[in-house]
């Protein structure tokens, strides 16, 4: 993720529909963490599908402060 503003903030990345804690399907690293005014941050995404089906999800970036 990059941000491209000349401020910091803190994110908070989910996946709505995952799941409760043991059964989730997605891990996300870091899900909360600050990314400084210009910088980059990797994010990794671990998916451990739990059946067979047809996934259509999506990620919300949650930014502190906004909204």
Same mark, same amino acid.
């Given at each position: 993720?990059?941000?491209?503003? &000349? !401020?910091?903030?803190?994110? &908070?990345?989910?996946?709505?529909?995952?799941?409760?804690? &043991?059964?989730?399907?997605? =891990?996300?690293?870091?899900?909360?963490?600050?990314? &400084?005014?210009?910088?980059?941050?990797?994010?990794?995404?671990?998916?451990?599908?739990?059946?067979?089906?047809?996934? =259509?999800? !999506?990620? !919300?970036?949650?930014?502190?402060?906004?909204?």
């Amino acid at each position: 993720m990059t941000n491209l503003s &000349n !401020v910091s903030f803190t994110y &908070n990345l989910r996946i709505p529909g995952d799941g409760k804690l &043991n059964q989730r399907e997605f =891990e996300i690293e870091p899900a909360r963490d600050v990314i &400084n005014a210009g910088d980059d941050k990797d994010i990794i995404i671990t998916f451990i599908p739990r059946s067979t089906k047809k996934y =259509e999800m !999506v990620m !919300v970036v949650d930014i502190e402060g906004v909204g």
